[in-house]
C-alpha cells in the first residue's frame, strides 16, 4: 500500500514524498481511512512509528484551504516539546497549501506567542495552559505565575 491509496490530494502526497515517507505505516495504514471518514479512532504505536502524521494528515486533508479568522482545528499536547513536534509536521504536511499553523505553548514571552497569532494562521497546536489562557475570555481569574 502507499499513501496514494488512502486518498489524500496530491498537495498531500507532494509533501509526504518531500518529507522522504515511502509508505504508510501499520499506525497510518489503520487510522487515517476512518478517520477521513470522520470517525473517532484511538490509536496505541511504539514512538516513531508515524502517529503524528497519522492524526494530521485526516485533518489538514478535511479543512483543505485557509478559511475565516476562527481556528478551525485544535490539537492539544501534554508538554511543549510535543507541541513544537507536531506544529513543525502540521508545516511539513500543509506546505502545498494555504492552510497556516500557529503552535502556542509555555516558556516563551507573551510577546513572541501574540506576534505569532497576529500572523492570523490556523490551525492551532500545543500545550494546555497557554491555548487555554488565549482561549478563555481574559475576565476569567488568571493566577501568578
Not at 15 to 24: H, N, S, T
Not at 75 to 103: G, S
Not at 111 to 137: A, E, L, M, V
Amino acid at each position: 500500500m502507499d499513501f496514494s491509496e488512502l486518498k489524500l490530494t496530491r498537495q498531500f502526497l507532494n509533501a509526504i514524498a518531500d518529507a522522504g515517507y515511502e509508505e504508510p505505516t501499520p499506525i497510518q495504514k489503520k487510522a487515517i481511512p476512518p478517520l477521513r471518514s470522520g470517525q473517532d479512532v484511538i490509536g496505541i504505536a511504539q514512538t516513531g512509528t508515524g502517529k503524528t502524521a497519522a492524526f494530521l494528515l485526516p485533518i489538514l486533508q478535511q479543512l483543505k484551504y485557509a478559511q475565516g479568522e476562527s481556528p478551525r482545528a485544535l490539537v492539544l499536547a501534554p508538554t511543549k516539546e510535543l507541541a513544537v513536534q507536531i506544529h513543525a509536521e502540521a508545516e511539513k504536511f500543509a506546505h502545498y497549501t494555504d492552510l497556516r499553523i500557529v503552535a502556542f505553548y509555555g516558556g516563551v514571552g507573551p510577546q513572541k506567542t501574540n506576534r505569532s497569532h497576529c500572523k492570523r494562521r490556523r490551525p492551532h497546536s500545543g500545550d494546555s495552559g497557554p491555548i487555554f489562557w488565549r482561549f478563555i475570555p481574559t475576565v476569567m481569574y488568571r493566577p501568578k505565575s
